[in-house]
Structures are given as structure tokens and as C-alpha cells.
């Protein structure tokens, strides 16, 4: 449950606008839903800020509808990653207020998130070539559903240095940093070299034979002789997004 939802139950109870039981009865999905085929982690977003979000590949397309269905329902909102045009055209027949990335392959509905004032760090995503922007879009967009602003800087790889150079200053402002490469997979490396931001590194399947499906590029970034580098799985724009969210979160913690 969206923790701002609960809050609201909270007060209407408080209030005697809503009653203890209708509060159970709304709670009673809480932590998970049982949807017989699927378990849906309703806590996940008082736990860590982040709801679950919907993988749709390989989904069967009715599963797929009737998770992203409660979800929206618990959350207020939805965030479903990898969605096929196909499935995106289900999607937006069957819920309300869908809007569709076709390049990211990301579809959301309902309100995005909204950090508390103060909290939403800057994060750039940078895509080392314009084969690696599918996976970087992924990135950005679910970073601007997260709440947080973005700097996209696209084919800034290391093959013309003076490309990323040149947009050094835009970097430099970001909290946290998330660099998209294929091939060689050394824009990682060469950031992290240059800005005091951590950088969250995330090899794509973008090269010729001997990149073996982007097997070099996470070798080259765990390898990286730069300190300050998180390295996620081949082609993981979601998982990206979901650790530049938060370490560029600047949380309020209690008797700051």
C-alpha cells in the first residue's frame, strides 16, 4: 500500500470518518494479495519505497492484465516493465490513465510518486551509444516515475571522448549517476574517475560476437580500476533506476 494511502485510512479512522472494521477489510490484503497464480507484495513500498513493479515478459496476457489491475487498485498507481506494443495496447484498453514508452518498453498508470520536499535527488543517465538506449530510457523513465529529475545524455561513449567532455558540468550536478554500456563497457570507469557521484554501471547485450551478450561489459565494469561503482545485471534498467532512486534520495531520518 501506497504509504500516503495509509496514512489517509489512518486519519479517516482517527476522524470516525471510516470504521475499525472497513479499515481491517482494506488491510486485510496487507502483505500480500493471493491472486492463486501470482502473489502481489502490497508491503513492499512501506518497507522500501518502492512498490512492486509488474514484469510483463512471458507473462500470459490476462495474468499480466489482472495483476497490473490490483496493483493499481492497492497503490494508486502501477510501473510494468519490458511490455510488448501488443501487451501495452491491452494494458491501456483495460486501465485507466496508461501512458506508453515504447523505447524504455514501459508502461504506468495512476499517479506517479511525489518525494517529500527536499528528498528527490538528481540522477543522470548516460547511454554510451544509440544501441544501448532502450535499456537507458528504461532507466530514465523510471527514475522520473520515482519522483526524482533526470539529465538524459545520450551516445556519450568512450569511442569520442570529447563527446561525454563536453557534458561534464551537467554530470557533475547529479547525486547519483547511472552509465549504460555496451561493447567494451569502459564509460563506467571513466566516470567514476571524474565525478564525486556514485556511479551504478549497467552492461547492455550491444556488441559483436566476442561481447558474448554483454558478458565483456559486466566483466569490464566489475573490473573497473575506479572506485565508487555498483555494477546491476545485463540490460537491467529497472534494477538501475531502483539504486540510483535510492542513493539519491535524501531521506529525512527521525530527530534530524
Do not use: Q
Amino acid at each position: 500500500m501506497d504509504p500516503r494511502r495509509l496514512r489517509e485510512l489512518l486519519d479517516s479512522v482517527a476522524a470516525g470518518a471510516v470504521s475499525a472494521d472497513e479499515a481491517a477489510e482494506r488491510l486485510a490484503e496487507l502483505p500480500f494479495a493471493d491472486l492463486g497464480f501470482a502473489k502481489l507484495d502490497s508491503h513492499r513500498e512501506l518497507r522500501s519505497g518502492h512498490p512492486e513493479a509488474v514484469y510483463a515478459a512471458s507473462k500470459d496476457p490476462a495474468d499480466l492484465e489482472a495483476v497490473c489491475r490490483r496493483v493499481l487498485e492497492t497503490h494508486g498507481r502501477v510501473l510494468v516493465t519490458r511490455v510488448a506494443p501488443e501487451a501495452a495496447e491491452r494494458l491501456a484498453a483495460a486501465l485507466p490513465g496508461t501512458a506508453y514508452n515504447p523505447r524504455g518498453r514501459l508502461l504506468t498508470a495512476g499517479d506517479p510518486h511525489e518525494l517529500p520536499e527536499g528528498e528527490a535527488g538528481r540522477v543522470a543517465v548516460l547511454a554510451a551509444g544509440t544501441s544501448d538506449l532502450a535499456v537507458a530510457e528504461e532507466a530514465a523513465a523510471c527514475l522520473e516515475w520515482f519522483g526524482h529529475p533526470v539529465e538524459r545524455l545520450w551516445d556519450v561513449g568512450v569511442a569520442g571522448l570529447h563527446r561525454l567532455l563536453g557534458n561534464l558540468p551537467a554530470v557533475r550536478k547529479a547525486d547519483a549517476v547511472v552509465a549504460v554500456a555496451g561493447m567494451d563497457g569502459a564509460l563506467p570507469t571513466v566516470i567514476a574517475g571524474l565525478v564525486r557521484a556514485p556511479v551504478v554501471a549497467v552492461p547492455t547485450s550491444v556488441g559483436y560476437g566476442a561481447a558474448f551478450g554483454g558478458l565483456a561489459a559486466l566483466l569490464t565494469m566489475l573490473n573497473a580500476c575506479a572506485p565508487g561503482i555498483g555494477v546491476v545485471n545485463i540490460d537491467n534498467g529497472y534494477g538501475a533506476a531502483v539504486l540510483a532512486s535510492r542513493i539519491a534520495r535524501r531521506h529525512r531520518r527521525p530527530g534530524a
